[in-house]
């Protein structure tokens, strides 16, 4: 009788202390965008119709991931307007060829995540790649423009949560160049994404199995407390 308390109490007492210790840990269809991700939604810069509907794929799964830049050319984009007529024009242009925006996402040099074409679409942005992959354009031409610091930390970022989100593996995040004949994402973000790679900042830092395990063992614990108070009750 005395082990049972005892246990129930050293249960009690990590199940407690469980959080502080380890963090919280969302199921992942509760995942909610990092807190320090700026995120623009579709509605506040385009309209919601699909430029050519028919000509559009439902994305089934995610398992990838591809970044691109704009290779048009550099612009100082420091105000809203420009950052913003800048997106508008692409998906101006790539609606004359496509159903829509070309990609998912786009970053802008303030680090800030734009709705581009609905996730529930798939993409075109790189020709017999584009199924099951999320198209991430950061804004500008990175052969002249340089990447700034805080534009950087909003992709990374980005791509972290998508990789715990959906579970991409590292090997499946790759840029343009990467996967076709082409320049994309230009000398400067391609760099930036090497060292990224080699220093660390793509790993998701706790990895969902680690997490699915936490939830497995509290609901362990839950269910050894309630054994242990009717126990004790009896
Ligand atoms: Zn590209």
Redesign the pocket.
Known sequence: MLMVILFAIAGLLLWIAWPVLFGTSPRPEETKWPENLYFISRSEWADQSISHPEDIEPMSGITRV?I??D?MPPLPMKTEAQIKSRIVSIRKSHSKKYADIGYHYIVDPRGRIWEGRPLQYQGA??QGHNSNNVGI?FLGNTYKDIPTAEGLDGLFTFIRYLKQRYKIPAENVK???ELAQ?G??GKLLQEELDKARKSGKLKVRVSPGFRIDIEDWIRKLETWIGEAKKLIEA
Do not use: K, Q
Request: hydrophobic residues 15%; positive net charge.
């Open positions: 591809t691109h830049h290779g942005h790189v354009l840029t343009h160049r082409t994309c994402p």
